[in-house]
């Protein structure tokens, strides 16, 4: 009896473990692409002095053209037959999926998919696996099932369109995989809301259409729901499970879930088209979006408020990215990735409106990716050379360069944060894990 009663009460901190932990979902951390890590405990200013490279490990991936490593996902501590992990997962260009060890920066499992390259196309199609895996969602127990933490997959779309359905605890396919999109599209980074995986296409590669895919993954044999055209790719998501991607005019579209419907749409002022999916985030009650129109600008609708824009930015650089949180005092912030440079922006409330206003810009920074936010910080990787510094989200200054520890640029990858971890994959198919040490 006390065994039985030790090992309920391994399954039950296990269960609170669960609930409590910061995952990092996707590409931008949650369905909404919003880039900030909200319930991050270990990363904080104070504990910047003990920030470090961790590990870095070489992968045997090949690289596709410019793709080498997607942005990693990070998830746990979770029950595997090795003891509680906590792991990253990483996808790369040649159709490999690897698990590693976050505290020993070891490989767990290693999968490579299946397909067939397109040797015939050319950059950029032709690029290999090119969407960043997907984390499903937390899901609540069943009080029937034996099993109460029911496994969360993992979602990777190889080169040749199918959809994997990844047991994350050893690696194998939970199930068969299901043809998603078209062999050597080019996808976008995955996403994940209510029971359906959802991606992009763009550039015509391997034939497919420009369009909004969705994956009722509960129902592998029904065929994927498409939505066309969305020329711009990516795609975020909702409060509400809306999904927001741009169209080739330059509009935002809110599209229904599931089954991909024209809901509404949001048009910028002319000339300005909006060039990538909107960041869906709460100012004062209200559902807005924050968009990037070409050739840089912000520019901010009201969710529930479909047609002309509430508010713009002065002309920027191109955008490569954005992340946006709200701050202890409720002030909502806006940075992104410029050619050179972070900036941030404010939104402040003039008679009820939002206004974007200029806030601070960063020193000089190499083809920055988007920013991550966590607990007051704003961790910005540059590209070439690849160099991570954590900035202060108020003022823009420099707590933090990692210097030279990386020794190679940043291409296909992005940032994730979790769990004091920070990780980054480079060019050269080497996974770098920054962060807090911590006794193993």
């Known amino acids: 009896m006390k065994k039985i009663s030790a090992v309920f009460g391994v399954l039950g901190l296990s269960v609170l473990l ?12 949650d369905p909404q692409r919003s880039g900030w890590q909200k319930r991050e405990r270990y990363i904080t200013r104070d504990s910047l002095k003990q920030f470090k490279l961790l590990w ?10 410019l793709n080498s490593l997607t942005a990693p996902v990070i998830f746990g501590p979770i029950i595997t037959h090795r003891g509680m992990k906590e792991l990253v997962f990483v996808a790369g260009a040649s159709d490999n999926v690897y698990a590693l060890d976050a505290d020993l920066g070891r490989i767990f499992w290693k999968r490579h998919l299946e397909t067939v390259p397109d040797a015939a196309s050319k950059w950029p199609c032709g690029a290999g696996l090119t969407a960043a895996p997907v984390l499903a969602p937390q899901v609540a127990p069943n009080d029937a099932s034996e099993d109460p933490t029911p496994p969360r997959p993992l979602y990777v779309l190889a080169s040749g369109g199918a959809l994997h359905t990844i047991r994350t605890t050893n690696g194998q396919d939970i199930g068969n995989p299901v043809k998603f999109v078209p062999a050597n599209a080019r996808a976008s980074n995955l996403n994940f809301a209510g029971q ?34 969305a020329a711009n790719a990516g795609l975020s998501v909702g409060f509400d499970g809306a999904i927001y991607s741009a169209s080739s005019d330059g509009t935002v579209l809110s599209l229904t879930p599931d089954t991909l419907k024209l809901s509404h749409s949001f048009t910028p002022p002319a000339p300005e088209k909006i060039m990538s999916a909107p960041v869906p985030f709460e100012w004062k009650g209200r559902e807005l979006l924050v968009a990037v129109a070409q050739p840089g600008r912000l520019i901010l609708f009201d969710a529930r408020r479909p047609g002309a824009a509430l508010s713009m930015s002065l002309p920027l650089a191109p955008v490569n990215g954005l992340a946006t949180w709200p701050d202890s005092n409720g002030t909502r912030w806006i ?46 990787l540059s590209s070439d050379p690849a160099i991570l510094y954590a900035l202060d989200a108020a003022t823009g200054r420099e707590l933090y360069s990692s210097g030279k520890a990386v020794t190679s640029p940043v291409n296909s990858s992005g940032l994730a944060l979790a769990n004091g971890h920070v990780c980054f994959g480079t060019a050269d198919n080497t996974l770098y894990c920054f962060g807090i040490p911590t006794d193993i």
Do not use: Q
């Not at 669960?18 to 951390?29: E, I, K, Q, S, Y």
């Open 335 to 380: 940075y992104v990735a410029l050619p050179h440079s972070i900036s941030a922006f404010k939104i402040t409330d003039h008679d009820g409106k939002p206004v974007l206003e200029p806030a601070w810009t960063s020193r000089d920074l190499a083809a920055p990716v988007a920013p991550v936010v966590v607990n007051g910080l704003v961790f910005a």
């Open 18 to 29: 669960m609930a409590a932990v910061p995952d990092w979902l996707n590409h931008g951390g």
């Open 196 to 229: 359906s995986a959802y991606t992009t296409t763009s550039g015509n590669c391997g034939g497919a259409p420009d369009g909004v895919w969705a994956m009722d993954v509960t129902e592998p044999g029904l065929k994927a729901m498409r939505f066309s055209p």
């Open 56 to 65: 870095k490990l070489k992968l045997d991936n090949e690289s596709r053209g």
